[in-house]
């Protein structure tokens, strides 16, 4: 049943995430999208460089990234997006500069399914608060608690 959930919830992050770029596409006039299927399209190969190449490059520009607080990473988000938009038929992107704001645009609207689709219970949360609970209710039917002792030294 585990992996039935985890295919569904791929499917939904994908095609919200095709919407998402097709609103990014209707809100920015130099990126253009030629249907549905393109953005979905769009949407995985984006997907698929932003988990395999986009890493790399922030591991080589690094020492870039921190002098500039971090901002150079709107520039990788940027690049690689424009890189998707050449390469791709059906998506375009008109320029770097539209982007990198196309990039801003996309990755913000991509953190609503995140909010929504994120795993609420780790295996690891749930084993520790279960043993928690166990041990306080063995505490409480043995009353094992021990009394409160203080010493005092009257010297």
Known sequence: MGGRYLAVRWLLIWVYNALALLA????????????F???LVAAIILGLVNTVLRPLLVVLTLPVTVRSFGLF??????ALFWLVGSTLKGFEVGGFWVGVL??????????????FFRRKNRPWQNVREQNVWQQKNLDQKNNRHAPITIDHDPS
């Open 24 to 35: 990014v596409a209707y809100v920015l006039p130099g990126i253009h999208i030629d249907g």
């Open 37 to 39: 299927m393109s953005a």
């Open 73 to 78: 990473i709107f520039i990788i988000n940027g």
């Open 102 to 115: 196309g990039a801003l645009l996309y990755s913000l609207s991509s953190l609503i399914p995140m909010l």
